[in-house]
């Protein structure tokens, strides 16, 4: 299927609580969008009548952005805003990709928080969220000297929301989703995100390998957070002189 997209186009918006738990506060965010369009006859013909204008979609996110000095609830809400938008403005098309990348979310996750929607129609076909290079230090390895200290690794969380949930989460109905992190934990849970639920794991953790501690992890994330499936990627990047990082990535499913 052919695309038109923007790629890395940087706003501010107020999206709920900020890394420090402060409302009211401009968070920089990245938003890529991606629409499915068959722009067989643009090509053909050499007519922008017959395909979508990328300008006029950029035009139309930042209006929308600009139009809300209150904010929004969460990315979610940001994201579903610019489905409804799309399909006002009908460039939405069949399938529309809608990506926010917040790089300042987390104190700890230096890529930031990231969420991923997938929509067809009016419809929610996928959405994800990714905690981006959370670093922190533990054992692991086999060797006698990574038995001695603590070392450092770099994790990323991809979590699957089943469908049901994240309509609900979107249309801020859910009260398990945690507006700041885009987090969804069992009622009753303590309070904790996954970033912090996760680090707590990687730093009791004293395992020989990262398949072992990647899948402690994954099964800690699935048993204890409303998911459909979670990805983790972690790497040692100390482990070899020459090489700028070792890992492994896993993916496991809720059964």
């Not at 709920?16 to 965010?29: H, I, S």
Request: hydrophobic share 45%.
């Amino acid at each position: 299927m052919d695309t038109i997209y923007l790629r890395n186009l940087q706003v501010s918006a107020i999206v709920g609580k900020d890394a420090w738990e402060r409302d009211n506060k401009l968070q920089p965010l990245v938003l890529n969008i991606r629409v499915e369009r068959d722009v067989k006859l643009a090509g053909k013909y050499d007519n922008i009548k017959e395909t979508i204008s990328y300008g006029q979609m950029c035009k139309d996110v930042m209006n929308l952005i600009d139009s809300r000095k209150s904010g929004f609830m969460n990315i979610s809400s940001l994201s579903l805003n610019i489905q409804t938008l799309a399909l006002d403005k009908g460039w939405a098309a069949d399938v529309l990709h809608v990506t926010i990348t917040s790089p300042k979310a987390s104190l700890r996750a230096e890529g930031g928080l990231e969420l991923r929607c997938i929509y067809v129609g009016e419809a929610t076909a996928g959405m994800a969220f990714l905690v981006k290079d959370l670093k922190t230090a533990c054992i692991i390895g086999v060797n006698a000297h990574e038995r001695q200290r603590k070392q450092m690794v770099v994790i990323e969380l991809k979590i699957e929301v089943p469908l049901g949930v994240a309509e609900d989460a979107l249309g801020g109905r859910d009260l398990m989703f945690d507006h700041y992190r885009g987090v969804f934990r069992i009622p009753g849970q303590i309070h904790k995100s996954v970033e912090d639920y996760v680090l707590g794991v990687v730093e009791a953790s004293c395992y020989e390998t990262l398949e072992a501690l990647a899948t402690e992890i994954a099964e800690q994330v699935v048993q204890n957070f409303v998911t459909r499936s979670v990805t983790v990627s972690i790497e040692k990047p100390s482990a070899l002189v020459f090489v700028d990082g070792a890992g492994v990535e896993i993916t496991r499913r809720a059964s």
